[in-house]
C-alpha cells in the first residue's frame, strides 16, 4: 500500500463567500495529483479576520486564500510578506512556513503568467492602459513594469484613487477618465481591472480596437464579455479572466505544497463550475 501525505487543510476567507470558485478548483488540483489536502471555504466577517488568523495558525493549515475585504486588512496580522505583496499592499495567498505565516500576492505572478504563456505577449516597450484603480489594477501595474511595459495609464473614475495606484510604478501615470476611451483605442495592451461587464455591460463602448493590440478582461465571469467580444471582432487578440485565474490559483497551490499544479484539471473543473446554474451568480474573480 502506497504512503498517504499527511492531511492538510486549506481554505479562503472573505466575506461574503457564497460562490467562490477557489474550493472546486483547488480541491481539482488535490484530486489529480493525489495530495491528501482539503480546501474550503470559510466565511469569515469583518471582525472575525484576527480570530481565523489565529485559527490557521493554531490548526495547522497549509495556508490560505484571502478575498474581499481582507485583502489589506489581513497585512498586520501576517509574519512576513513577499515583495509583490509587500509593493502593492494587498495578500491574495497566506503560505503556512517556518517564519510563520507569510502573504503572498500571486495575481501578479498569475497574470505575467497568463500574459507570457497563454497569450504569447512579449510586453517589453509596449504602452498599456489599465481601468480601475482597485486592488486588481495594483496587481496589473506590478505585472506590467515587471514585464518591461514601457508606460502604463491608469484610468479610474476616481482619479486620485488612480493616481494612488501610478505611485506603484515609475512607469505609471494617471489618464484623466474622460481621456479613456481614446488612449485604449491607442494603447499596444488595454486591461479591465473593474466589475464593469459581469452584469452584460459595455465597458468603454467608445473605445475602437484595432488588429494587433491585446486585450484582456478580468472578468471570468461571464467567460466573455461584451468588451472582449467587441474587442475580438475588430481583430484584437481578446482574452477574458479565467487563465489568469487559473495561473493564480496553481500559484498559489504550489507555495502550499510543492507540487506543480494541474493546470489543465483546474481549468476544466473551473469551466465545469461555470456552466453549473448553482453558481450562475458567481461574483469575484478571485
Ligand atoms: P475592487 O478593489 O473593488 O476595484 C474595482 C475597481 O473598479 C475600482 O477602481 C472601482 O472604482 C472600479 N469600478 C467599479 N464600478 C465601476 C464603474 N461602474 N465604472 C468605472 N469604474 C468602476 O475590485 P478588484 O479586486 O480590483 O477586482 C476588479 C475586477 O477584477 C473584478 O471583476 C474581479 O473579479 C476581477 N479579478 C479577476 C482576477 C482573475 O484572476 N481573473 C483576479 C483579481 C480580480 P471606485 O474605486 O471608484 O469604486
Same mark, same amino acid.
Given at each position: 500500500?502506497?504512503?498517504?501525505?499527511?492531511?492538510?487543510?486549506?481554505?479562503?476567507?472573505?466575506?461574503?463567500?457564497?460562490?467562490?470558485?477557489?474550493?472546486?478548483?483547488?480541491?481539482?488540483?488535490?484530486?489529480?495529483?493525489?495530495?491528501?489536502?482539503?480546501?474550503?471555504?470559510?466565511?469569515?466577517?469583518?471582525?472575525?479576520?484576527?480570530?481565523?488568523?489565529?485559527?490557521?495558525?493554531?490548526?495547522?493549515?497549509?495556508?490560505?486564500?484571502?478575498?474581499?475585504?481582507?485583502?489589506?486588512?489581513?497585512?498586520?496580522?501576517?509574519?512576513?510578506?513577499?515583495?509583490?505583496?509587500?509593493?502593492?499592499?494587498?495578500?491574495?495567498?497566506?503560505?503556512?512556513?517556518?517564519?510563520?505565516?507569510?502573504?503572498?500576492?500571486?495575481?501578479?505572478?498569475?497574470?505575467?503568467?497568463?500574459?507570457?504563456?497563454?497569450?504569447?505577449?512579449?510586453?517589453?516597450?509596449?504602452?498599456?492602459?489599465?481601468?480601475?484603480?482597485?486592488?486588481?489594477?495594483?496587481?496589473?501595474?506590478?505585472?506590467?513594469?515587471?514585464?518591461?511595459?514601457?508606460?502604463?495609464?491608469?484610468?479610474?473614475?476616481?482619479?486620485?484613487?488612480?493616481?494612488? !495606484?501610478?505611485? @506603484?510604478?515609475?512607469?505609471?501615470?494617471?489618464?484623466?477618465?474622460? =481621456?479613456?476611451? *481614446? #488612449? %485604449? &483605442? $491607442?494603447?499596444?495592451?488595454?486591461?479591465?481591472?473593474?466589475?464593469?461587464?459581469?452584469?452584460?455591460?459595455?465597458?468603454?463602448?467608445?473605445?475602437?480596437?484595432?488588429?494587433?493590440?491585446? !486585450?484582456?478582461? @478580468?472578468?471570468?465571469?461571464?467567460?466573455?464579455?461584451?468588451?472582449? =467580444?467587441?474587442? *475580438? #471582432? %475588430? &481583430? $484584437?487578440?481578446?482574452?477574458?479572466?479565467?487563465?489568469?485565474?487559473?495561473?493564480?490559483?496553481?500559484?498559489?497551490?504550489?507555495?502550499?505544497?510543492?507540487?506543480?499544479?494541474?493546470?489543465?484539471?483546474?481549468?476544466?473543473?473551473?469551466?465545469?463550475?461555470?456552466?453549473?446554474?448553482?453558481?450562475?451568480?458567481?461574483?469575484? &474573480?478571485?
Amino acid at each position: 500500500m502506497s504512503r498517504r501525505t499527511p492531511s492538510r487543510f486549506a481554505g479562503v476567507l472573505g466575506w461574503p463567500l457564497e460562490h467562490t470558485l477557489s474550493p472546486v478548483i483547488q480541491n481539482a488540483a488535490a484530486r489529480a495529483t493525489g495530495l491528501d489536502l482539503v480546501y474550503l471555504a470559510f466565511p469569515t466577517p469583518p471582525d472575525a479576520l484576527a480570530d481565523a488568523v489565529a485559527g490557521l495558525r493554531a490548526l495547522g493549515a497549509a495556508g490560505a486564500n484571502v478575498t474581499m475585504p481582507h485583502k489589506e486588512a489581513i497585512l498586520p496580522l501576517l509574519d512576513g510578506l513577499h515583495p509583490d505583496a509587500a509593493a502593492i499592499g494587498a495578500v491574495n495567498t497566506v503560505v503556512s512556513s517556518t517564519e510563520g505565516l507569510i502573504g503572498h500576492n500571486t495575481d501578479v505572478e498569475g497574470l505575467e503568467r497568463f500574459l507570457t504563456e497563454d497569450t504569447g505577449l512579449d510586453a517589453v516597450g509596449l504602452e498599456a492602459v489599465v481601468v480601475g484603480s482597485g486592488g486588481a489594477a495594483r496587481a496589473v501595474v506590478r505585472a506590467a513594469e515587471k514585464l518591461g511595459v514601457a508606460r502604463i495609464g491608469i484610468a479610474g473614475r476616481d482619479e486620485a484613487k488612480a493616481a494612488g !495606484v501610478a505611485l @506603484l510604478a515609475n512607469v505609471a501615470e494617471v489618464v484623466p477618465w474622460a =481621456e479613456t476611451e *481614446r #488612449r %485604449a &483605442g $491607442a494603447a499596444d495592451l488595454v486591461i479591465n481591472a473593474t466589475p464593469v461587464g459581469m452584469g452584460g455591460e459595455d465597458l468603454l463602448p467608445g473605445a475602437v480596437f484595432r488588429p494587433g493590440q491585446t !486585450v484582456l478582461d @478580468l472578468i471570468y465571469s461571464p467567460p466573455s464579455t461584451l468588451f472582449v =467580444e467587441r474587442a *475580438r #471582432r %475588430a &481583430g $484584437a487578440d481578446a482574452w477574458g479572466g479565467l487563465g489568469m485565474l487559473i495561473h493564480q490559483a496553481a500559484l498559489s497551490f504550489r507555495l502550499w505544497t510543492g507540487v506543480d499544479a494541474p493546470l489543465e484539471a483546474m481549468s476544466a473543473a473551473a469551466i465545469h463550475a461555470l456552466g453549473h446554474p448553482l453558481l450562475k451568480g458567481l461574483d469575484r &474573480g478571485d
